[in-house]
């Protein structure tokens, strides 16, 4: 059992910085594929960011290629997002997932654990 939570949200003006965190529990985090998703009110959650077990292997969604990095700390069952030039359409409930399985954790079905969401909100 894995329980992820996520912190770092907030609100800044567009071309501004914030960076997301998610930590884990347990002792099987480093075990884990780790991704970020977001959300808006009337829409399907999308797909943003994957990092795998090892932090050797990473990929972006095109709408954040370039402006977002994904890294992890596998001794502080931590996963970051660090989010550069934000635009408002970044604005969303982003979400930290887990899934042993690196391919599939992108397609955001059947993944292990979900975190409850952090707001993030960008003024233009």
């Known amino acids: 059992q894995v329980q992820l939570v996520e912190s770092g949200g907030g609100s800044v003006q567009a071309g501004g910085s914030l960076r997301l965190s998610c930590v884990g529990s347990?002792?099987?985090?480093?075990?884990?594929?780790m991704g970020w998703f977001r959300q808006v009110p009337g829409k399907e959650r999308e797909f943003v960011a994957v990092?795998?077990?090892?932090?050797?292997?990473?990929y972006y969604a095109e709408s954040v290629k370039g402006r977002f990095t994904i890294s992890r700390d596998n001794a502080r069952n931590t996963v970051y997002l660090q989010m550069n030039s934000l635009k408002s359409e970044d604005t969303a409930v982003y979400y930290c997932?887990?899934?042993?399985?690196?391919?599939?954790?992108?397609?955001?079905?059947?993944?292990?654990?979900w975190g409850q969401g952090t707001q993030v909100t960008v003024s233009s």
């Open positions: 997932a887990a899934d042993p399985a690196y391919s599939r954790l992108p397609t955001g079905r059947e993944v292990d654990y």
């Open positions: 990092i795998s077990s090892s932090g050797g292997n990473i």
């Open positions: 347990g002792r099987t985090f480093s075990r884990y594929a």
